[in-house]
T-cell receptor, first 115, second 110 residues
């Protein structure tokens, strides 16, 4: 089945450790996005990528890093510089960055807890 | 960048109609999306508007006025399962950045 997969679903880390969240899609989508969601809040954009080997900072990029070496993969690293990393992280992809009616499809999310 | 505003909460009765408004400001508009999100789950796509007017999909309709920077999502014949958060999202023309509003929590009462 085609889709977008995030793993793991739940992740626990100790404070001060870097952690990488996986996002893979087999939909042949060009654009990919990472969002953070805190309890009772909306989605805030961390990073996004229109094409392979290119990405842009979103509204809250500090303390995060990404790579886009392959079209189907867009991993997010939460570094120790991120002051409040505990949150629900959502990855999304869309068909192409500028086409018509290109809604974003979401993965099931990773709930990160830093203790 | 974008500035997207929508009400925080709305409550309505089963079988009624609710309208969720969304206003936005963007340097270059390339489409507006509505998503539904149940607690603890990923958002699911509801509707897309890029031209002015009304798009209807069953019980859900969405309207767009680009000149006013305004959209609404209309939910008709409300059911208990419609209790969820509804997210308005706007895409930039220039760099295809997709930004979301804070979401509107709709509670449907019996």
């Amino acid at each position: 089945d085609g889709g977008i997969t995030q793993s793991p679903k739940y992740l626990f880390r100790k404070e001060g450790q870097n952690v990488t969240l996986s996002c893979e899609q087999n939909l042949n989508h060009d654009a990919m996005y990472w969002y953070r969601q805190d309890p009772g809040q909306g989605l805030r954009l961390i990073y996004y990528s229109q094409i392979v080997n290119d990405f842009q900072k979103g509204d809250i990029a500090e303390g995060y890093s990404v790579s886009r070496e392959k079209k189907e993969s867009f991993p997010l690293t939460v570094t120790s510089a991120q002051k409040n990393p505990t949150a629900f992280y959502l990855c999304a992809s869309s068909i192409d960055a500028g086409g018509a009616n290109t809604e974003a499809f979401f993965g099931q999310g990773t709930r990160l807890t830093v203790v | 960048g974008q500035n997207i505003d929508q009400p925080t909460e709305m409550t309505a009765t089963e079988g009624a109609i609710v309208q969720i408004n969304c206003t936005y400001q963007t340097s270059g508009f390339n489409g507006l999306f509505w998503y539904q999100q149940h607690a603890g789950e990923a958002p699911t796509f509801l509707s897309y508007n890029v031209l002015d007017g009304l798009e209807e999909k069953g019980r859900f309709s969405s309207f767009l006025s680009r000149s006013k920077g305004y959209s609404y999502l209309l939910l008709k014949e409300l059911q208990m399962k419609d209790s969820a958060s509804y997210l308005c999202a706007v895409r930039d023309r220039g760099d295809y950045k997709l930004s979301f509003g804070a979401g509107t929590t709709v509670t449907v009462r019996a």
